[in-house]
């Protein structure tokens, strides 16, 4: 099975992501609320980018059709390293496990179609899918459309609404785009709803992504305990069982 981006590769790994849950978003040092004095456009284009310069801890809810699913864990964008928990539901409840040092990948999961052993449980994922992996778990790189949206409005001091391009929306989630095969037409823009914290800190973000049959998905993030330390190590070697 390929795995090769977030979205693309552990959608099709668990069939989706989904969930309707946002996490606590309690920031972590003094909060000092103040009157907005940039435009919105320019306000949250800032607080987008800054999740590139910080750690955090962050959760991605979706849901496609019968499948629920919820990925959570912490990120260190600077340093590339991180550890997720990605838990799907549809009939049964299926956990993976990743860890991420740079380019390389470690997964552990209870789906039987992957392998695994009792006293194996994690495998390394292979050289050539790794890399995007990884980038698939970024983030930074996820909230990345906030920096180019158009049409931003702030209907109150910290809420914010606005639409990007399709496009965008695709290469930062790593999902495929609807293409002239298909039979439904994807709009152009996607519309989001966002949410900054009282040091104008991004913690939120709603959109709903096009699908390539047509349709399309409620998605969210979460960002919170920014600041946070994050520290992963490679399982131990006892416990991995080859690359896949």
Request: net charge positive; proline share 7%.
């Amino acid at each position: 099975m390929r795995r090769r981006t977030l979205a693309s590769g552990i959608l099709a790994a668990t069939a989706a992501l989904a969930l309707t849950a946002c996490t606590n978003t309690g920031q972590n040092g003094s909060r000092t609320s103040t009157t907005p004095t940039k435009a919105p456009a320019a306000e949250l284009a800032e607080a987008a980018g800054r999740v590139k310069n910080d750690t955090f801890k962050m959760t991605m809810t979706v849901k496609i059709d019968t499948t629920d699913a919820r990925l959570d864990g912490a990120m260190d964008p600077a340093k590339k390293i991180g550890a997720f928990t990605a838990t799907t539901k549809r009939g049964g409840t299926s956990v993976m496990e990743w860890r991420i040092l740079g380019d390389v990948v470690y997964l552990k999961t209870n789906t039987p179609s992957l392998p695994g052993a009792t006293n194996k449980p994690w495998r390394r994922i292979n050289q050539a899918e790794s890399a995007s992996l990884a980038e698939g778990f970024d983030g930074a790189k996820m909230a990345n459309p906030l920096t180019q949206a158009i049409n931003v409005q702030r209907p109150s001091a910290r809420h914010f609404t606005g639409s990007f391009a399709t496009t965008a929306v695709a290469k930062a989630l790593s999902v495929p785009t609807l293409n002239g095969s298909s039979s439904a037409t994807p709009a152009p823009t996607v519309a989001f709803t966002a949410d900054l914290d009282d040091q104008g800190r991004l913690t939120r973000y709603h959109l709903d992504v096009p699908r390539t049959k047509g349709g399309t998905y409620p998605l969210e993030l979460t960002y919170s305990d920014f600041g946070t330390p994050v520290t992963v190590q490679a399982p131990p070697a006892d416990q991995v069982a080859g690359t896949r």
